[in-house]
């Protein structure tokens, strides 16, 4: 049995299928490619955009879903392996993927590191353990990786550039008041370095991702010939730049120990239309949500070149690739 946990588990033919058959999807958006399918998704973070467009693509192909949220809607579960249960959660979740396994085709998660201990989060257990205890396909929502959205990305970049070859990407940091998750990062470097991207990677100092990432990222750009960098400067990144994608994320050495006056000394990391100008006439997008005239101006975000809304709305298409590659029926049949 196949999951979709992240990015760099599938090779650029696979991932380049995915944008390909995303494209068609959108083209077409109904279909009963998954009539009688069900998808169950586990909610323990917040979601707009991750929520709707998963609902909705197994429902425009036909299928069913499902949302559960541990603690709200549903009962509270333990994700420990080997503990005494002596908390509020009533459930582990082990008995939990265990009867959703027999209940649906696919299961999506969606579940932050709590960024306490990142040694630990890091492993992303939770997705591990679920891969493992699941009868049917896992699909990572949003974890220490966001491969979903990352796919989204792509299909918006493959859509504007006529190949992805010496197109310099540039993973800007921006400010933001509190430290947030690395996942969209860390899987848009990766994803950009796997198509062969020229990528940048632009952050405060102390503001580095993971090393794991961050050696693949190099390691790809190395195979493929492309260029990679590393800079705390952020002029010096948008300058001749393709395509910007920006995110918030905090610092792994803040980890259990937030410290906004240290974050507030880099609120001069917002792009503006005097910072774009540097660029190549990029074209910029970021995940969503974003704080406007925090991270971005106006001016920039209702520009021409920002792709905001259509990688927003390629989610669907994405998901819907996804799910059929998961199902073993890509649109069009077999």
Request: hydrophobic fraction near 40%; charge should be negative; proline fraction near 3%.
């Amino acid at each position: 049995m196949r999951h979709f946990l992240k990015i760099e588990d599938f090779s650029f033919i696979e991932l380049e299928k995915l944008v390909n058959i995303a494209n068609e999807f959108k083209k077409v958006r109904f279909s009963d490619t998954l009539k009688n399918k069900t998808l169950i998704t586990m909610f323990f973070n917040p979601s707009t955009r991750t929520k709707i467009s998963f609902d909705l693509a197994v429902t425009e192909l036909g299928g069913h879903c499902v949302t559960i949220e541990p603690g709200k809607s549903s009962w509270g579960i333990e994700i420990e392996e080997n503990t005494i249960m002596n908390g509020d959660a009533e459930e582990h979740l082990k008995d939990a993927i265990k009867v959703i396994s027999r209940y649906a085709d696919f299961v999506g998660i969606r579940c932050f590191p709590k960024f306490q201990n990142w040694e630990e989060e890091r492993k992303d257990l939770i997705l591990k353990n679920l891969a493992k205890w699941s009868e049917i396909p896992i699909v990572n929502m949003e974890t220490i990786s966001h491969p979903s959205q990352a796919l989204a990305m792509m299909q918006t970049i493959k859509n504007h550039f006529d190949t992805y070859k010496k197109k310099k990407f540039v993973m800007s940091w921006a400010y933001h008041p509190k430290g947030l998750n690395t996942a969209v990062a860390n899987s848009a470097s990766v994803i950009a370095s796997i198509f062969g991207m020229d990528v940048t990677i632009a952050n405060p100092p102390d503001y580095d991702l993971d090393p794991y990432y961050i050696n693949l990222v190099k390691e790809n750009c190395l195979k493929n010939g492309a260029d990679f960098k590393m800079t705390n400067n952020m002029e010096e990144a948008y300058e001749g730049a393709d395509f910007i994608y920006i995110k918030s994320w905090g610092s792994l050495k803040q980890i259990g120990n937030f410290q906004p006056e240290i974050q507030n000394q880099y609120k001069n990391w917002k792009v503006d239309s005097e910072l774009m100008k540097k660029t190549n006439n990029a074209f910029i997008s970021h995940c969503l949500p974003l704080r406007r005239n925090m991270l971005v101006t106006d001016e920039v975000l209702d520009s021409s070149n920002s792709l905001i809304y259509e990688e927003a709305e390629n989610r669907l298409h994405i998901q819907k690739a996804i799910l059929c590659e998961l199902n073993d029926e890509w649109y069009g049949g077999k």
